[in-house]
């Protein structure tokens, strides 16, 4: 017998050719997932109108704090010509219909067999890619897809409801439906006016155009020059409830007769549960029972603590395979570095065979790096009834509904996951393992739980961003030109492995075989320089360091382009080169990313980094040149007893056209930040599987009080809108670190900068 995975099913119909043609022509009707409640009208998959004109917008991406689920609500809106104050929004069910085409056209080396490479050009107009995100009902939030995926969805969603409002209206005043237009929510001609809510049943009974008649513009705001808080006119929908405290995320779950569960993991990896006393556990008031787990002891109670509690007494014991340990990681790495077989991810001109002997070549040293946000892994299960519910809050819901069925032996149909908020996720909540868990312990207790991570368990059992060593060297010219620039990489193959993850299910130790010793191109993004350096060759060591890794905000770029913009500024120093002048040089491609460079100079009263002005430069592109985004940002920062102080960081910022000036500054504000905590915190070193913090406090995290100063300017662009949200991320720490080196004259290779010290 041969089993057949998802993988092995799509290698077939990428091989085969006939089963593909059936494939195409699979049924696509979705229902209506946003089903109207009494005194609602639905018009499609993405909107409806109640009686009291309220306009439901269904988002289909997870609300984790970058503000969503203002943004989809807001291009429907404004296409729709609703008003901002009567917009309500409804999380989207798992469906077909909200497909998140980009990202699997993306993601699709991690989907695809590696039996048919180039059998498919993986765009996001691909025939394979869209069938493969609609029958999978892939709507994984990652990487600034958001608006790619979903802005003309929900423009043609939001322009065929005008237009059938329109009709609606015409109809009832015996006029042109194009003298009707739509704006503020009624439906207006010459002096007469209709609330879309006196139309929508009509209205919802109409077939919809065919295509759906488009504003001439989406939305958008513009951002002004030096005007950097700059109000904006769709302030977020989820603030009140935010602020007031009302705002429900997937803690605050609360059902009859719940009950909740705590949990301890084994280190990693292939930990096994071999002992624990359950006996201690029932003199805790509270305890109800011990469910265990082959990795894992949970502890079920009527309140967490009493589960806590329970664990502490229980005193679970684990074996171990192969226990990960910083000492043996760094010294992997290291040897993987020197001597380890590399593969070639990307070049420019003719690579790196004009290099010879170079005259610079500097090593950069990176360390795992934690995600913890503010709200650990918290999942509620109730199985009733041969039917599993779940709420939790999941950046790719149909994968954790389809691995919490499997884990209990249920179809997936039988499976109802409710989308909650997170408090925070970092990429972290694209993994199910907390779902997992809690859909057996519901199987073993018979009613309502809740499972709740603790913050050790979340530094534990989470997956750092991997460990990464970087060598970059370089053939110059007379004056500093950089003529060859060569990237080298040794890094684990995380990409993969968080793809048989994720797409397979597969266990973490699975999953690192799984990724093999091949190349992964998602472990070296951005380690193409923006700059107009005419030979570049970027490598790929593969590394297998026994310690499970996985995404986190920012991606490779968060070490990419701390080594490429520090190696760029100590170029531009050991050649007595003023650092700003020296990439402007290099930059005459791109003149978008000058003009950053350029604001950021003069938002910040740049001096020329001249040694202790504790000013410090850098900037990156991520994406395409054509569509992509790109950043520039001046830290001040100095060292003293305390530790680092930075002062004060200064952004200048092009995204292309903004369609919510407000979220677009949280963001890279907020990215800013994710950024110095990686810059100075948020690693652990492992001994025997175990991390040595268990706090957040020992995290050097930054504080409230640590948060410099920060000024951020969007500049004017047509070009194509990019998500802001991990640009910030990418550049901070080199900024600090060449802010450092201005005030000190030493130089950090090192994240967390003093990591090695």
Known sequence: MVLVSRRGLLAGAAVGGGLLVAWALWPRDYGLPLAPAEGESAFNAWLK??????????????????????????????????DWRQVAVEPAPPNGAYANVPLAAKWAPLWLPEATPGFVETKSDDLVVRRFAEHTRFMATAEGTSLEAYEQPCREAAAAARAMLNEAAASRWDVPVEECEAQSGFVIHGDKRLRFAELAEEAAELDP????????????????????????????????????????????????????????????????????????????????????????????????????????????????????????????????????????????????????????????????????????????????????????????PEHTREAAARAIGLAAEDVVLYPMPAGGSFDRRLEHGHAIEAALIAREVGRPVQLIWSRWQEILAGYPRAPAVALITAKLGPTGTIQVLRSRFATPPWGREFGARLFDNATSWSAIEASGGGPDPMTVEGAMPPYGIPNVAVDHVPVATGLPAGKMRGQAHGYT????????????????????????????????????????????????????????????????????GRIACIATARRDEGGVRVTK?????????????????????????????????????????????????????????????????????????????????????????????????VRFRQLPLFSGL
């Not at 990215?671 to 990686?678: E, I, N, P, Q, R």
Request: net charge negative; aromatic share 6%; proline share 5%.
């Open 561 to 628: 382009a701390f080594a490429i913009e520090s190696f760029i500024d100590e170029v531009a120093a050991r050649n007595n080169r003023e650092p700003l002048s020296f990439r402007i040089e290099m930059l005459g491609q791109d003149i978008r990313l000058v003009e950053c460079l350029q604001r950021a100079a003069r938002l910040a009263d740049w001096g020329g980094g001249d040694d202790g002005s504790g000013q410090g430069l850098a900037c990156h592109r991520m994406g395409e040149a054509e569509s992509g």
């Open 209 to 396: 155009p065919d295509p759906a008649p488009l504003r001439a513009e989406s939305a958008f705001e513009e951002p002004i020059a030096g005007e950097a808080d700059a109000a904006t006119s769709y302030p977020r929908l989820d603030l009140p409830s935010k602020v007031d405290g009302s705002h429900l995320f997937a803690g605050d779950i609360r059902l009859p007769g719940m009950v909740y569960a705590a949990i301890r993991h084994g280190p990693m990896d292939q930990s096994e549960l071999s002992r624990f006393d359950v006996g201690k556990a029932r003199s805790v008031t509270g305890f109800i029972s011990a469910i265990e787990g082959k990795s894992w002891l949970a502890a079920v109670a009527d309140n967490f603590w009493a589960a806590e509690k329970a664990l502490d007494a229980m005193g679970a014991r684990f074996t171990t395979v192969t226990p990960a340990d910083s000492a043996e990681i760094e010294q992997v790495l290291d040897e993987a570095l020197r001597e380890g077989a590399g593969y070639r991810v990307a070049t420019r001109g003719e690579g790196d065979a004009a290099m010879g002997k170079p005259n610079l070549a500097l090593r950069y040293d990176i360390a795992p790096a934690q995600h913890q946000p503010l709200e650990t892994a918290t999942a509620t299960a109730w199985l009733r009834d041969g039917r599993l519910e779940l709420w939790i809050a999941s950046q790719a």
């Open 649 to 745: 960081l200064t952004a200048a910022v092009d995204v292309g056209r903004i369609v919510n000036l407000d979220l677009a500054r949280q963001q890279i504000e907020g990215g800013l930040v994710f950024g110095l905590s990686l810059s100075l915190g948020s690693s652990v070193g492992y001994a025997r599987g175990l991390p040595m913090v268990d706090r957040l406090a020992d995290l050097n995290l930054p504080l409230l009080a640590d948060c410099p100063e920060i000024e951020v300017d969007f500049i004017r662009s047509n070009a194509p809108a990019f998500d802001p949200g991990e640009l910030g991320v990418a550049v901070v720490a080199p900024a600090i670190a060449n802010a450092l080196f201005s005030a000190s004259g």
């Open 49 to 82: 109108i109640g009686s009291d004109g309220i306009v439901t917008v269904a988002v289909p991406q997870l609300e984790m704090g970058q503000g969503v689920t203002t943004l989809l609500p807001q291009v429907i809106a404004v296409e729709l010509g609703a």
